[in-house]
């Protein structure tokens, strides 16, 4: 069974710190990782994603990822925060043999100006 | 090129009655997947069409059903609503069946709320 796990509903940072948001998984097999976010009445936006390779993965409006197999985690993190990155973030994993995504409940970024 | 597109954005509806919502894919995408979003949830799938046809279901009851057209767009059908039905439903596009490897594009979503 495949899960993803999100231990933080909310994080806080100040606007030009650096950002983490933690995400952990369990499936079987090797996983396939993904990171998108979330703005209000939005549906979801890609941002990012491991499928084998490089352990950091670069994406989508300076974002990346840092895929750890020993942890199983797969942090997503920017080095200088923006406003506008205040968002619901969500990470999912997809089983390799399967089609569908599992999302993990999501992380409330707030970047405080 | 237009994303994947839902109809539509909101929607009331009574305990008990019918909806029906859609959705077109991403232009070249042949794959539709639904999802529903609860409040202050992630996403949970509810099931991919390919060719027409259902080839993967998430764990939701029978009321939930679909159908794929030929030019790749799609419905969900929800029968018998109930409260808990309320959420946002959420289509996915993306391209070929059983291709793990591609990330799905999201549609802004059809929020419907039961009463």
């Known amino acids: 069974a495949q899960s993803v796990a999100q231990p933080e509903d909310q994080v806080n940072v100040a606007e030009g710190n650096p950002l983490t948001v933690k995400c952990t998984y369990s499936v079987s097999g090797n996983p396939y990782l993904f990171w998108y976010v979330q703005y209000p009445n939005r549906g979801l936006q890609f941002l990012l994603k491991?499928?084998?390779?490089?352990?950091l993965v670069k994406g989508s409006y300076g974002f990346e990822a840092e895929f750890n197999k020993s942890q199983t985690s797969f942090h997503l993190k920017k080095p200088s925060a923006l406003v506008s990155d205040s968002a619901l973030y969500f990470c999912a994993v997809r089983d390799p043999g399967a089609n569908n995504l599992f999302f993990g409940t999501g992380t409330r970024l707030t970047v405080i100006p | 090129d237009a994303g994947v597109t839902q109809s539509p954005t909101h929607l009331i509806k009574t305990r008990g009655q019918q909806v029906t919502l859609r959705c077109s894919p991403k232009s070249g995408h042949d794959t539709v997947s639904w999802y529903q979003q609860a409040l202050g949830q992630g996403p949970q799938f509810i099931f991919q069409?390919?060719?027409?046809?259902?080839?993967q279901r998430g764990n939701f009851p029978d009321r939930f059903s679909g159908h794929q057209f030929p030019n790749y767009s799609s419905e969900l059908n929800v029968n018998a609503l109930l409260l808990g039905d309320s959420a946002l439903y959420l289509c996915a596009s993306s391209l070929g069946f059983r291709r793990a490897r591609t990330e799905a594009f999201f549609g802004q979503g059809t929020r419907l709320t039961v009463v």
């Open positions: 491991y499928i084998t390779g490089d352990n």
């Open positions: 069409y390919y060719e027409e046809e259902e080839r």
